[in-house]
């Protein structure tokens, strides 16, 4: 932890460049915020990034407008420029959390590159790593109170009495629609492909950490903090 405590020295600590990689479901956001707060470090989203940019009207933020305006896509190299920019940004002192980039092995490259011409690299790569067929199980049994909004399953929390609201003595329930076995399925396997080349980028460089992220949220924070502790020691 001690390249993190250092961070009030100012420049001549190397910021730790973290990814955070997971599925959804699997407590990223959440997790990420503990780290913010536990280390100073700061969530870089790229949605957020571009709209940044864009309203600082800095000149990669004047070309993300430009292809936006036009309904295009924002290419990597703009996307690395408006990173570039925010990294070099005081707040940035004891590094940053990124999230949602890179999406592929060749944005990851490209960021590598970008890192490089600093003299860093990516601290590391953090999976969160989720038992699927126990993630198909949650997100497949909830439903909530139709009337207070407290959150229920089918197999891990029913109401004390069957058809009423713990809560609120409600008697109607929902369920969302996309709340089933199957989408819950096919949202894990789009982020297993997508993010497979990932994990295989940042092993083969050696920065590859995983967590078991089916745990208590504090016990996840737990594992993670230990992690970010020692990489950036
Ligand atoms: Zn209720």
Known sequence: MEALVDRQQGAATIPAVLILLGPPGAGKGTQARMLEERFGLIQLSTGDLLRAAVAAGSEAGLAAKAVMEAGGLVSDEIVLAILKDRMAAPDVKAGVILDGFPRTAGQAAALDAL??????????????????????????????????????????????????????????????????????????????AQTAPLIAHYRALGVLETVDAMGSIDAVASDLGSIVSRVSA
């Open 115 to 192: 890192l490089a011409e600093a003299g860093q690299r990516v601290t590391a790569a953090i999976s969160l790593e989720v038992d699927d067929l126990a993630m198909i199980a949650r997100v497949a049994g909830r439903y909530t109170c139709a009337d207070c909004g407290e959150g229920y399953h089918d197999a891990f929390k029913l109401p004390e009495t069957s058809g009423t609201c713990d809560k609120c003595g409600g008697t109607a329930f929902k369920r969302r629609a996309d709340d089933t076995a199957d989408t819950a399925r096919a949202r894990l396997e789009a982020y297993h």
